[in-house]
């Protein structure tokens, strides 16, 4: 008898290879955690930096050997395949170039090395579990695990009252949304019966007119949607975006979008591909409308991070086209999109990190006022970001909006590239904003910086030097400004690289057309 | 001849220029622009009259999962179009290095860019390829006249870039949407295949709007140009140049090239429409041109009222009127260049840019007053310049399909005579103006405009070269849509 039962319980295999990505961010954010506390100053401010950085380049790395496997992880609650994979590829570059974004920035200091480093290494492994999953409590434990530790990130610049607010606001607003969507994923298991992606595509047939599973939907629409910034649950974006460190705002910018549009990938996709007819027509409506209210928002904002925070409500309505569609082109649209997303921002973001800290104007446009007279590299960098996110050719960004475009035509969706092309234009007038200053203004005179910067704004740098945005004062934001800003350049110019990443991500989800 | 090395060579130069110190930087650009010049020379005198189709082929795969082809040649429509890109470049070139730039190296790098760019548009024998560098041409222009343009550069060039780059969007949607809606296996891009894949009548519709607005704006045409005025006034003058020469030439080619092959069906239901925009522009363009005061507006409105007449040429659906219209895209880009050099000239010699301070530098500046009549005098299309072949070709096709059309048409070669007389006499005849300094030309400022000169002479002189050049391109460029219209033609008698 006792035998019996011995059999039929069995602990759930582990596939450890395909869960080394996973093993690595969590590893390294233990690791990170406990020297964070060794009292010396080399191993706090030099050593655990490196080890985030690594961890995040062990978890790429472990995902480069792990590419091309699809295996089901623990019992089936995760699967790893290339879609797994490539998306880890972009939200931990983003880890790790925001590593090096926050290296000698205020937060890391007021927060303690080892904690934020930690933190941001957490919520990654959140990202990881998030795209993986294979079931709706998988779904929710992930989209925790990333939420929770950012609550504190954007708070970790703690003698600043916008970061607290920021940290509050994402707190009180993400809690909401993640309640909104548990509850959402509590409808959909109950039409379906199963909280399985499979077990939930094999009934959909049978229950596509349910009202259950429709308030479901929409409930879990509208959960992810406060994770994507998709209007109108995107209110939080400016604000939050504004008010936490400038590393913490690249790194939600990229890798919770990349996160959230991933999940919405699998779970829309996948779980749900047979109810298009349901939630395509509203998802395409909420994609217009994320790509007007993105584009008119980011209008007239003065600040670089509220612009960029704008810009990137709107760059996640462009990406929506390629879900809405539900075919394999458009997965393989939105994964690439992802990935041009990814330079665009951190070099963009990189400059910004570089500027705040050289000038008395913190992320205020007047901060890069001038900068193609005084260091025409990061310039540069500023305007290849800039003209990829409008979508300007010779850049990534333009075979990505190209490609987006495409999917939607194809996918009978031609009034979604319409909308697309008519927010790229909106859109124009905010990036040329910035590349005007940077080329066509004198730059900003220290007598308004003075002013501009009162008493209690000083560079972050000490001594706000002259020369404080050169290279050799932070040659590691640098790194990422030129080497993100490559990027946009070259991968606009020989994509096939990145397409052949994207077929193999759109190969990974089976039973699309 | 391998029409990549044509293409990258300015660019190349411009790289160069920007990596050498400040001073040799722009004779890097002048000695690419020169390069660029004889082999276009060359391309020009091996190009075979004979033969059928692309010349000087280079097809490569370039994006294969887009179906996006690399995919250059030559043929009658463009050959002379990127003759006159090559010599306007130089002329620019030449020009910028007599003057003294700030920054340097960045101006010729992106002045590179510019050539490159327009050259790639006007290469490119892939839809998306030609989308791609439609759009990137216009990037170099937002910060020439952004960082070294004249007074309110900034907002006039916004307006300029954001008005241009909504058609040009719109131009991509369209674009993508003809490559994927055709019909057929796979999605492609390439000219000649989209063109054996007729896309359904209904779809073409939108699809041509689309591209119409983009090349409409670029022109501009009457009622889109409303970037025009400010961004004229804001360019640096070396700029306007090729900008007005070469760039709204590469919007006309763009109807010849892309348009009327590939949506016949959509022409013919849409000819009145454009015909009437072509008026409109010739009519309104000629007016204003003939009351600013502003010399480079005069200028830019005959512009709106020439490319009027292109459009006309184009949408007459005859083969008389596209060859006329052809000719008179080289004719215009070979006059507007030399009439812009000219203004500069006279602007430095009177201290100002309005016609009311100039006046009576032609006794003092006899050479300078003989090279401004022949470019007057071209610009009128007085009989024996190549313009008047082309107005004249314009006109004989527009006869043909709308008469009525060609009668009010003829009125704006009446006008063009009234302005081009007007400028010239206020700006070099009657009562010496305030603050002129009567001075003869030198000879550095005849580096640049004698050889543009000597060139519309002897285009005057010998138009038949790029008639029978173009000819057989142009026939099969309007031949879909000169079947679509016999067809509804018929349609309509049958019942």
């Given at each position: 008898?006792?035998?019996?039962?011995?059999?039929?319980i069995?602990?759930?295999?582990?596939?450890?290879?395909?869960?080394?990505?996973l093993?690595?961010?969590l590893?390294?954010?233990t690791?990170?955690?406990?020297?964070?506390?060794v009292?010396s100053?080399?191993?706090r401010?030099?050593?655990?930096?490196?080890?985030?950085?690594?961890?995040f380049?062990a978890?790429?790395?472990?995902?480069?050997?792990?590419l091309?496997?699809?295996?089901?992880?623990i019992?089936?609650?995760?699967?790893?395949d290339?879609l797994?994979?490539?998306l880890?590829?972009?939200?931990?570059?983003?880890?790790?170039?925001?590593v090096?974004?926050?290296?000698r920035?205020?937060a890391?200091?007021?927060?303690?090395?080892?904690?934020?480093?930690?933190?941001?290494l957490t919520?990654?492994?959140?990202?990881f579990?998030?795209?993986?999953?294979?079931?709706?409590?998988t779904?929710?434990?992930g989209?925790?695990?990333l939420s929770i530790p950012?609550?504190?990130?954007?708070?970790?610049?703690?003698?600043?009252?916008?970061?607290l607010?920021?940290?509050?606001?994402?707190?009180?607003?993400?809690?909401?949304?993640?309640?909104?969507?548990?509850?959402?994923?509590?409808?959909v298991?109950?039409?379906?019966g199963?909280?399985?992606?499979?077990g939930?595509?094999?009934?959909?047939?049978?229950v596509v007119?349910?009202p259950?599973?429709?308030t479901?939907?929409?409930?879990?629409?509208?959960?992810?949607?406060?994770?994507?910034?998709?209007?109108?649950?995107?209110?939080?974006?400016?604000?939050?975006y504004e008010g936490?460190?400038?590393?913490?705002?690249a790194?939600?910018?990229?890798?919770?979008?990349?996160?959230?549009l991933?999940?919405?990938?699998?779970?829309?996709?996948?779980?749900?591909?047979?109810?298009?007819?349901?939630?395509?027509p509203?998802?395409?409506?909420?994609a217009a409308?994320t790509i007007?209210?993105?584009?008119?928002g980011a209008l007239?904002?003065?600040?670089l991070k509220?612009?960029?925070a704008w810009?990137?409500?709107?760059?996640?309505?462009?990406m929506?086209?390629?879900?809405?569609?539900?075919t394999?082109?458009?997965?393989?649209?939105?994964?690439?999109?992802?990935?041009?997303?990814?330079?665009m921002?951190?070099?963009a973001?990189?400059?910004?990190?570089?500027?705040?800290r050289?000038?008395?104007?913190g992320d205020?446009?007047?901060s890069?006022?001038g900068?193609?007279?005084?260091?025409?590299?990061?310039?540069?960098?500023?305007?290849?970001?800039?003209l990829?996110l409008?979508?300007?050719p010779?850049?990534?960004?333009f075979?990505?909006?190209?490609?987006?475009?495409?999917?939607a035509?194809a996918?009978?969706?031609?009034w979604?590239?319409?909308v697309?092309?008519?927010?790229?234009?909106?859109?124009?007038?905010?990036?040329?904003?910035?590349?005007?200053?940077?080329?066509?203004?004198?730059?900003e005179?220290?007598?308004?910086?003075?002013?501009?910067?009162?008493?209690?704004?000083?560079?972050a740098?000490?001594?706000?030097?002259?020369?404080?945005?050169?290279?050799?004062?932070?040659?590691?934001?640098?790194?990422?400004?030129?080497?993100?800003?490559?990027a946009?350049l070259?991968?606009?110019i020989?994509?096939?690289?990145?397409?052949?990443?994207?077929?193999?991500a759109?190969?990974?989800l089976?039973?699309l057309? | 001849?391998?029409?990549?090395?044509?293409l990258?060579?300015?660019l190349?130069a411009?790289?160069?220029?920007a990596?050498?110190?400040?001073?040799l930087?722009?004779?890097?650009?002048?000695a690419?622009?020169?390069a660029?010049?004889?082999?276009t020379?060359?391309?020009?005198?091996?190009?075979?009259?004979?033969?059928?189709?692309l010349?000087?082929v280079?097809?490569?795969?370039?994006?294969?999962?887009?179906?996006i082809?690399?995919?250059?040649?030559?043929?009658?429509?463009?050959?002379?179009?990127?003759?006159l890109g090559?010599?306007?470049f130089?002329?620019?070139?030449?020009?910028?290095?007599?003057?003294?730039?700030?920054?340097?190296?960045?101006?010729?790098?992106w002045?590179?860019l510019?050539?490159?760019?327009?050259?790639g548009?006007l290469?490119?024998?892939?839809?998306?390829?030609?989308?791609?560098?439609?759009?990137?041409?216009l990037?170099?222009?937002?910060?020439?006249t952004?960082?070294?343009?004249?007074?309110?550069?900034?907002?006039?060039?916004m307006?300029?870039?954001?008005?241009?780059?909504v058609?040009?969007?719109l131009?991509?949607?369209?674009?993508?949407?003809?490559?994927?809606?055709?019909?057929?296996?796979?999605?492609?891009?390439?000219?000649?295949?989209l063109a054996?894949?007729?896309?359904?009548e209904?779809?073409?519709?939108?699809?041509?709007?689309?591209?119409a607005?983009?090349?409409?704006?670029?022109m501009?045409a009457?009622?889109?140009?409303?970037?025009?005025?400010d961004?004229?006034?804001?360019?640096p003058?070396?700029?306007l140049?090729?900008?007005?020469?070469i760039l709204s030439?590469?919007?006309?080619?763009?109807?010849?090239?892309?348009?009327l092959?590939?949506?016949p069906?959509?022409?013919?239901r849409?000819?009145?429409?454009?015909?009437?925009?072509a008026?409109?522009?010739i009519?309104?363009?000629?007016?204003?041109?003939?009351?600013?005061?502003n010399?480079r507006?005069?200028?830019?409105?005959?512009?709106?009222?020439?490319?009027?007449?292109?459009?006309l040429g184009?949408?007459?659906l005859?083969?008389?009127?596209?060859q006329?219209?052809?000719?008179?895209?080289?004719?215009?880009?070979?006059?507007?260049?030399?009439a812009?050099?000219?203004?500069?000239?006279?602007?430095?010699r009177?201290?100002?840019?309005?016609l009311r301070d100039?006046?009576?530098?032609?006794?003092?500046?006899?050479?300078?007053?003989?090279m401004?009549?022949?470019?007057?005098?071209?610009?009128?299309?007085?009989?024996?310049?190549?313009?008047f072949?082309?107005?004249?070709?314009?006109?004989l096709?527009?006869?043909?399909?709308?008469?009525v059309?060609?009668?009010v048409?003829?009125?704006?070669?009446?006008m063009?005579s009234?302005?081009a007389?007007?400028?010239?006499?206020?700006?070099?005849?009657?009562?010496?103006?305030?603050?002129?300094g009567?001075?003869?030309?030198?000879?550095?400022d005849?580096?640049?405009?004698?050889?543009?000169?000597?060139?519309?002479?002897?285009?005057?002189?010998?138009?038949?070269?790029?008639l029978?050049k173009?000819?057989?391109s142009v026939?099969?460029?309007i031949r879909?849509?000169?079947q679509?219209?016999?067809?509804d033609?018929?349609?309509?008698?049958?019942?």
């Amino acid at each position: 008898m006792t035998g019996l039962v011995l059999a039929q319980i069995r602990a759930p295999t582990f596939d450890w290879p395909g869960l080394s990505p996973l093993l690595a961010l969590l590893g390294g954010a233990t690791i990170v955690l406990m020297l964070g506390l060794v009292r010396s100053r080399a191993v706090r401010e030099v050593l655990v930096p490196l080890l985030a950085f690594g961890s995040f380049v062990a978890a790429i790395g472990l995902g480069i050997w792990q590419l091309g496997e699809r295996s089901n992880l623990i019992s089936g609650a995760m699967r790893l395949d290339e879609l797994t994979v490539i998306l880890t590829f972009v939200f931990c570059a983003a880890g790790a170039g925001s590593v090096l974004l926050a290296w000698r920035g205020v937060a890391v200091r007021e927060a303690s090395h080892g904690e934020f480093y930690s933190l941001m290494l957490t919520s990654a492994a959140g990202m990881f579990v998030l795209v993986a999953a294979q079931n709706l409590v998988t779904l929710f434990l992930g989209l925790e695990l990333l939420s929770i530790p950012l609550y504190v990130l954007c708070a970790t610049e703690m003698q600043r009252a916008t970061s607290l607010e920021s940290g509050l606001k994402y707190l009180i607003i993400g809690s909401v949304g993640s309640a909104t969507l548990l509850y959402g994923l509590a409808f959909v298991y109950g039409a379906t019966g199963s909280t399985d992606f499979a077990g939930i595509a094999s009934r959909l047939p049978e229950v596509v007119d349910d009202p259950l599973l429709l308030t479901g939907l929409a409930l879990t629409l509208a959960g992810m949607g406060f994770k994507a910034s998709v209007a109108p649950f995107h209110q939080w974006t400016p604000d939050v975006y504004e008010g936490a460190p400038t590393p913490v705002t690249a790194f939600m910018a990229v890798a919770t979008k990349a996160a959230a549009l991933g999940v919405m990938l699998r779970f829309f996709d996948v779980a749900l591909l047979d109810a298009q007819v349901d939630w395509g027509p509203a998802l395409a409506a909420l994609a217009a409308i994320t790509i007007v209210v993105g584009n008119v928002g980011a209008l007239g904002q003065s600040s670089l991070k509220r612009l960029m925070a704008w810009s990137s409500v709107a760059q996640a309505g462009y990406m929506l086209a390629g879900i809405v569609v539900a075919t394999r082109l458009g997965v393989q649209a939105t994964v690439f999109y992802l990935a041009v997303y990814l330079f665009m921002n951190l070099a963009a973001f990189a400059v910004i990190v570089i500027r705040e800290r050289a000038t008395a104007f913190g992320d205020d446009i007047r901060s890069v006022t001038g900068l193609g007279a005084e260091q025409p590299l990061l310039a540069a960098v500023m305007t290849l970001a800039m003209l990829g996110l409008a979508g300007i050719p010779a850049t990534a960004g333009f075979i990505g909006k190209f490609y987006l475009i495409d999917a939607a035509v194809a996918g009978d969706y031609a009034w979604l590239g319409i909308v697309i092309v008519i927010g790229s234009m909106v859109s124009l007038a905010y990036y040329l904003r910035v590349i005007a200053a940077m080329w066509m203004q004198a730059p900003e005179t220290t007598e308004a910086a003075a002013v501009a910067a009162g008493p209690a704004r000083r560079p972050a740098l000490a001594g706000g030097a002259a020369d404080a945005d050169a290279p050799r004062a932070q040659p590691e934001v640098w790194l990422v400004a030129v080497v993100f800003g490559a990027a946009t350049l070259v991968f606009g110019i020989v994509p096939s690289p990145l397409f052949d990443l994207a077929v193999r991500a759109g190969a990974a989800l089976g039973n699309l057309f | 001849m391998h029409l990549s090395i044509v293409l990258w060579l300015p660019l190349a130069a411009g790289v160069v220029g920007a990596l050498l110190p400040g001073g040799l930087s722009r004779w890097a650009m002048v000695a690419g622009a020169l390069a660029t010049l004889v082999l276009t020379v060359i391309l020009v005198v091996d190009f075979d009259t004979g033969a059928a189709g692309l010349q000087d082929v280079t097809d490569e795969t370039w994006i294969s999962e887009l179906g996006i082809h690399y995919k250059l040649g030559v043929d009658g429509l463009n050959l002379f179009l990127i003759l006159l890109g090559a010599v306007l470049f130089l002329a620019s070139a030449v020009w910028s290095a007599m003057t003294e730039w700030d920054r340097p190296r960045l101006y010729y790098f992106w002045l590179g860019l510019a050539e490159t760019g327009v050259l790639g548009a006007l290469m490119a024998q892939d839809l998306a390829l030609f989308v791609i560098f439609f759009d990137l041409m216009l990037v170099p222009f937002l910060f020439l006249t952004g960082s070294w343009g004249g007074p309110g550069r900034v907002p006039a060039i916004m307006k300029l870039f954001i008005y241009t780059l909504v058609g040009s969007l719109l131009m991509l949607a369209a674009a993508i949407a003809t490559g994927v809606l055709a019909p057929g296996e796979g999605t492609t891009f390439v000219l000649s295949d989209l063109a054996a894949r007729r896309l359904p009548e209904g779809s073409q519709d939108w699809i041509f709007l689309c591209f119409a607005a983009a090349f409409l704006v670029k022109m501009p045409a009457f009622p889109l140009h409303g970037w025009m005025p400010d961004g004229y006034r804001a360019m640096p003058l070396p700029v306007l140049a090729v900008f007005s020469g070469i760039l709204s030439k590469v919007a006309a080619y763009g109807f010849l090239r892309v348009v009327l092959p590939l949506f016949p069906d959509a022409s013919v239901r849409f000819q009145e429409l454009m015909l009437l925009i072509a008026l409109a522009s010739i009519l309104y363009g000629s007016a204003m041109a003939f009351t600013t005061t502003n010399t480079r507006l005069v200028l830019g409105y005959s512009s709106v009222a020439q490319l009027g007449f292109i459009v006309l040429g184009i949408f007459a659906l005859r083969p008389e009127g596209a060859q006329g219209a052809v000719i008179q895209a080289v004719n215009h880009g070979l006059v507007v260049a030399p009439a812009f050099f000219i203004v500069g000239l006279l602007a430095a010699r009177a201290g100002s840019e309005d016609l009311r301070d100039m006046g009576g530098i032609a006794f003092r500046a006899p050479v300078l007053a003989t090279m401004a009549l022949i470019v007057t005098f071209a610009v009128l299309a007085m009989p024996g310049s190549s313009n008047f072949v082309g107005e004249f070709l314009i006109l004989l096709g527009v006869f043909q399909s709308k008469v009525v059309i060609a009668i009010v048409a003829f009125a704006g070669v009446v006008m063009a005579s009234v302005y081009a007389l007007r400028m010239f006499i206020r700006a070099l005849h009657n009562r010496v103006g305030p603050a002129v300094g009567s001075r003869e030309m030198t000879v550095r400022d005849g580096l640049v405009l004698v050889p543009l000169v000597a060139a519309i002479l002897a285009f005057a002189f010998y138009p038949q070269i790029a008639l029978d050049k173009a000819e057989r391109s142009v026939t099969q460029s309007i031949r879909a849509a000169q079947q679509a219209q016999g067809a509804d033609q018929q349609a309509e008698v049958r019942p």
